[in-house]
């Protein structure tokens, strides 16, 4: 395992017990950051496993699987916490859609065994509308009375930037991968800044407030 993948599995492990702590029933986001981590976790972890142990030379099935229940999980995060009953009904309907999309993309454009880089993009596009949505709604309602103390800014923060990251690095990345091999193993590396950029940002949503419930006006 390269210093890139430990500094990963170091972040996501704080991370993940960043939001394990405490005790009560915790707010639906905070399960939903807890699944995120256990899915790429478990993602990483498979990857890694079938290269190194598995004597198999392409993992990017796994990718393939993992994507579409990463919107989901992120999907259903958002929905809870934004107010608009429109953009909820939009989020809810999309998670359907984003999964038969997978499926098709996965079937007849980007096979398995290639890196499914068009539904990244395409994940990635809609995670940062309804990211940059959120911010809009929690500024323009003043759901929150001191911004830096609410969890969910610093977890759409992060989300915000990772995925914007994604959508540069995997719009590059097939082009690069045709033209030089190890120029796209060094734009994939560049891509750790935003997942490490990630984990700070919800580490430090987890740690922002004393209080384990959304400091909101109304209650999710």
Same mark, same amino acid.
């Given at each position: ?117 068009? !539904? ?5 596009? $809609? +995670?940062?509308? *309804?990211?940059? %949505? ?5 500024? #323009? =309602? ?50 750790? !800044? ?5 984990? $700070? +940002?919800?580490? *430090?949503?987890? %740690? ?5 419930? #959304? =400091? ?5």
């Amino acid at each position: 395992m390269n210093i890139y993948n430990k500094v990963y599995f170091v972040l996501l492990f704080i991370t993940l017990i960043s939001y394990l702590g405490g005790f009560g029933k915790k707010p639906r986001y905070v399960r939903m950051v807890i699944l995120l981590m256990i899915l790429w976790f478990f993602t990483s972890a498979v990857a890694i496993y079938l290269v190194k142990y598995g004597g198999l030379t392409n993992n990017l099935f796994v990718f393939h699987i993992s994507t579409p229940l990463e919107y989901v999980i992120l999907s259903m995060l958002f929905r809870d916490v934004i107010v608009n009953k429109a953009i909820k009904r939009i989020i809810l309907l999309s998670v359907p859609f984003f999964v038969a999309l997978s499926v098709l993309f996965s079937v007849f454009i980007q096979p398995v065994d290639t890196n499914n880089s068009n !539904i990244i993009i395409i994940e990635s596009v $809609i +995670l940062v509308f *309804i990211s940059l %949505f959120f911010l809009r709604e929690i500024l #323009l =309602l003043q759901q929150v009375t001191v911004l830096h103390r609410f969890p969910m800014f610093w977890i759409c923060v992060g989300i915000l930037f990772y995925y914007t990251g994604n959508l540069v690095i995997e719009g590059m990345l097939n082009y690069m991968i045709r033209q030089s091999m190890e120029l796209a193993r060094r734009t994939y590396r560049f891509g750790y !800044i935003f997942k490490y950029l990630l984990f $700070i +940002l919800f580490i *430090i949503g987890a %740690f922002c407030s004393k209080s384990p419930r #959304l =400091l909101t006006k109304k209650e999710q």
